[in-house]
């Protein structure tokens, strides 16, 4: 398996290669998950290709953030160069700006982030589908589930095996935006999850550590492990690269030391394999205690293990040195690149002569660079002399071009494509329809169908399935229905929605609102229109019209974009968008702390309902309604529908907001929040 590190900075990724990584993973500029990381300067890339190249290490590139439309040229441009420089992949998160890559830069591989929430078969699939290579899984998956995924999978597949675990699976969170205007999925979480909520730390999960498995990984043919770390220090990275790749190396886990050495490097009170297992609960959260931090002497050990140059590459020489000839010595390494080097012709011994063995001492002498010699072939004629000094020269100049030959990048095509914006084919004048989203058929009447009249009525499928009667009186009163898919749906629970879906069809419901791209892969197996909700991450017009090129009838815009932007968004498809309702934080394999909640309380007493989810999961909502009814804007954003989106309200309650709503009335308390749709999101 390759072994795929963090660098986070230029001397996190010396560490990481100086320490038997096989790959590194960085980011550049702004559009990588982890901005807050020192991260690379466009020279810093240059540098960081050749420096891992000549190595052998591969070099992805983290364009994992998800776009608006003013920054997609400048993600674009950093693209081009990364293309240009060799880089061996480019790991994506936004569609519009993955599926621009894959025109204009047909040869540079994708790897779908895991932050695309890719936790099944069919989520892979749907990668494969856009040409990505690879894929990154959420880390909520049980090594069966995983195994299931590799023994199908039409793309290879990358799992985490070290480091922090989010509460939240990747991609689906909006608990840092939302509180502090700092977007996850645009790079710079806050990180709110590990602060206090109910007297505890509910939300912090220990980190994940899986060493003791990784030969389990490699039968199940996982093709990458990786590290999690852009945060940390360049000693963490120099630690825990050396540990996985030792064992990788020689076949074995890692050792009770080096077990020690991980949890000194950085751990919450130990570690967790609690995922991995399918053991869930309490005991896989915890939190960073002073103890845990290592003393000075530990990292200097540390930085001692990339301080100087390791020989990394295995070479094989051969050397000519024949009277009248030039000197020739050819480098060879296992890549096939092959380097030569000439030098003056040898003189007439006059004393000792030249001999096989000197000659062989002194080509061997590559401390200092990446090489090591393992085979050393010398012709030599008798009665030679050759300064020490022109055999050093000549060992210099072939290695010099052999780096040079290993850091060449590959030729690869650009297609001149322009970024033209889609055609705005679905933007109505009239103010937009009303869909009205429930999550338990209590909040279901007659009234509140007919106050969605000409809009639609988006129930769980599983209550489609389980109550018919209610579909049909919600469609007696005019209203349509969508089937609303679980945010996560396991492979070993596909079937059971798939026998939802086809009992929801027999009833005459024929659209499915889908949160991930595992969802939207499934529904669209069983005929389902697809509607896309906010968790497919639309900023920008170019996912818009990928959205449209992939089938979809309609998409919803994420609540992390400012209405004004929204209005200015192409809309080649029908676009929503969320007006009302407790907007979702998180989508939780499990519930906060390990045990069933119905609320966390922050420092600041703000209340966070937390739901149900299918099959033991959980969502936290945010400790207010989004409440628009009284502003203008959503009307006039190009909108073709408006959503409402009712969690915990009473069915009262439910009618009251529409109500509200006709009427443009004010709020009748200080309970509520604009969103971000005001705000602007970092």
Not at 46 to 52: D, G, L, R, T
Not at 339 to 350: D, K
Request: hydrophobic share 40%.
């Amino acid at each position: 398996m390759e072994l795929l590190a963090p660098a986070g900075s230029p001397d996190a990724l010396t560490a990481a290669v100086q320490n038997g990584a096989n790959a590194v993973y960085l980011g550049c500029g702004d559009f990588n998950a982890r901005r807050r990381a020192k991260n690379f300067t466009a020279e810093d890339l240059a540098w960081a290709v050749s420096y891992c190249h000549g190595r052998g290490v591969k070099v992805y590139l983290t364009l994992n953030t998800l776009l608006a439309d003013k920054e997609l040229p400048a993600a674009l441009e950093l693209a081009e160069r990364a293309n240009g420089l060799g880089v061996d992949a480019v790991l994506v998160q936004d569609l519009g700006l993955a599926a621009a890559l894959k025109g204009r830069f047909p040869d540079l591989p994708l790897h779908g982030s895991t932050q695309m929430t890719v936790h099944s078969l069919a989520g892979v699939e749907f990668c494969a589908s856009l040409g990505m290579e690879r894929v990154v899984l959420s880390r909520e998956l049980s090594g069966d589930a995983i195994a299931h995924i590799c023994q199908k999978s039409p793309i290879e597949i990358e799992v985490f095996v070290h480091g922090a675990l989010c509460m939240c699976y990747s991609g689906q969170c909006y608990l840092s935006a939302l509180v502090g205007t700092r977007s996850g999925n645009r790079g710079l979480c806050a990180q709110p999850c590990r602060l206090p909520y109910n007297g505890g730390n509910p939300l912090s999960l220990k980190d994940m550590s899986l060493a003791g498995h990784l030969r389990e990984l490699q039968e199940m043919g996982v093709a990458c492990v990786k590290l999690e770390g852009r945060m940390k220090r360049p000693e963490y990275v120099a630690v825990v690269t050396a540990v996985y790749a030792a064992a990788l190396r020689e076949g074995r886990e890692p050792t009770q030391a080096e077990l020690d050495a991980l949890r000194k490097a950085f751990s919450r009170s130990g570690f967790t394999q609690g995922y991995f297992r399918g053991e869930k609960g309490p005991a896989m959260f915890g939190t960073r205690a002073e103890a845990d931090a290592p003393d000075e002497g530990f990292y200097a050990a540390a930085r001692a293990t990339y301080q100087k140059e390791r020989p990394l590459v295995d070479v094989v020489m051969e050397a000519l040195i024949h009277e009248g000839a030039e000197l020739r010595l050819t480098v060879r390494d296992s890549a096939g690149h092959e380097a030569t080097a000439l030098g003056l012709p040898p003189e007439a011994a006059r004393t000792r002569p030249l001999t096989e063995e000197d000659v062989g001492e002194q080509l061997s002498k590559t401390g200092g660079t990446p090489y090591r010699v393992t085979g050393l072939d010398v012709h030599l004629s008798e009665g030679l002399s050759v300064p020490k000094s022109a055999l050093n020269s000549l060992r210099r100049a072939a290695l010099e071009e052999l780096t040079a030959l290993r850091s060449a990048p590959p030729k690869r095509r650009t297609e001149a494509l322009p970024l033209t914006p889609p055609e705005s084919l679905c933007a109505p004048d009239a103010p937009p329809a009303w869909s009205v989203s429930l999550t338990s058929l209590g909040q279901f009447t007659p009234a509140l169908c007919a106050a969605a009249c000409g809009g639609s009525v988006d129930l769980p499928v599983h209550l489609i399935a389980a109550h018919p009667g209610a579909v049909q009186v919600v469609l007696d009163n005019g209203a349509q229905i969508r089937a609303v898919l679980p945010s996560v749906i396991w492979d070993a629970e596909g079937d059971e929605v798939r026998r939802q879906l086809r009992a929801a069809a027999a009833l005459g419901v024929s659209a499915a609102l889908v949160n991930t791209w595992d969802a939207a892969w499934l529904a669209k197996s069983e005929g389902f229109a697809l509607h896309g909700d906010c968790g497919l991450g639309v900023l920008n017009s170019q996912t818009l019209q990928a959205l449209r090129e992939l089938g979809f009838a309609r998409a919803t815009v994420s609540f992390e974009q400012k209405l004004s932007a929204v209005r200015r968004l192409a809309k080649p498809l029908p676009l929503e968008a969320v007006v009302y309702g407790r907007l979702p934080l998180m989508t939780l394999e499990q519930f906060p702390g390990g045990v069933p909640c119905d609320a966390l309380t922050d420092r600041k007493n703000m209340v966070f309902p937390v739901i149900p989810q299918p099959n033991g999961r959980a969502r936290l909502l945010n400790s207010q309604p989004l409440y628009l009814a009284d502003k203008e804007e959503w009307k006039t954003a190009g909108l073709t529908a408006a959503r409402f989106l009712f969690t915990v309200e009473s069915p009262q309650e439910c009618l009251n907001i529409l109500e509200n709503y006709k009427n443009s009335a004010p709020p009748a308390s200080q309970n509520f929040t604009r969103g971000l749709y005001y705000r602007d999101v970092e």
